[in-house]
C-alpha cells in the first residue's frame, strides 16, 4: 500500500523557518519524483516544489522561489522542504504527493495526509 505522511508543520511567526519532512513506504522510493502542494481554506490547490527521482532536478513555484527548498534522503525514503523567511501568505495544509514517473512533469497519483502550516504574528 502507497503511503505518504506529511509531519513538521506547526505555528511560527512571519520571518521563521519550519522543516517538512514526508515519509514514504508502500512503493520503490527512488522510481518516483515526489512534490509538494498546499491548499489554504476558500483557495485552490497550489503546487509548491517537487524533485525528481535521483534529486537532479527540482521546481518551485513563484511564490516560494528563494524561499524553499526541497531535498531528498533516498536511504530513508523521505523528502524534506526546508522553508525559511514565512509569511502569512504560506498558511496551508501540506501535502506530500508521489508523481506517477520519475519526473516532476507528471500528475499526482497518490498522497497522504496533511501538516498544518500557520503563519501569524
Known amino acids: 500500500e502507497v503511503q505518504l505522511q506529511a509531519s513538521g508543520g506547526g505555528l511560527v511567526q512571519p520571518g521563521e523557518s519550519l522543516r517538512l519532512s514526508c515519509a514514504a513506504s508502500?512503493?520503490?522510493?527512488?522510481?518516483?519524483?515526489i512534490g509538494w502542494f498546499r491548499q489554504a481554506p476558500g483557495k485552490e490547490r497550489e503546487g509548491v516544489s517537487c524533485?525528481?527521482?535521483?534529486?537532479?532536478?527540482?521546481w518551485y513555484a513563484d511564490s516560494v522561489k528563494g524561499r524553499f527548498a526541497i531535498s531528498r534522503d533516498n536511504a530513508k525514503n523521505t523528502v524534506y522542504l526546508q522553508m525559511i523567511s514565512l509569511k502569512p501568505g504560506d498558511t496551508a495544509v501540506y501535502y506530500c504527493?508521489?508523481?506517477?514517473?520519475?519526473?516532476?512533469?507528471?500528475?499526482?497519483?497518490?498522497w497522504g495526509q496533511g501538516t498544518q502550516v500557520t503563519v501569524s504574528s
Open positions: 504527493s508521489r508523481k506517477s514517473s520519475g519526473w516532476c512533469k507528471y500528475e499526482d497519483d497518490y
Open positions: 508502500g512503493f520503490i522510493f527512488d522510481d518516483y519524483a
Open positions: 524533485i525528481s527521482r535521483f534529486g537532479s532536478t527540482t
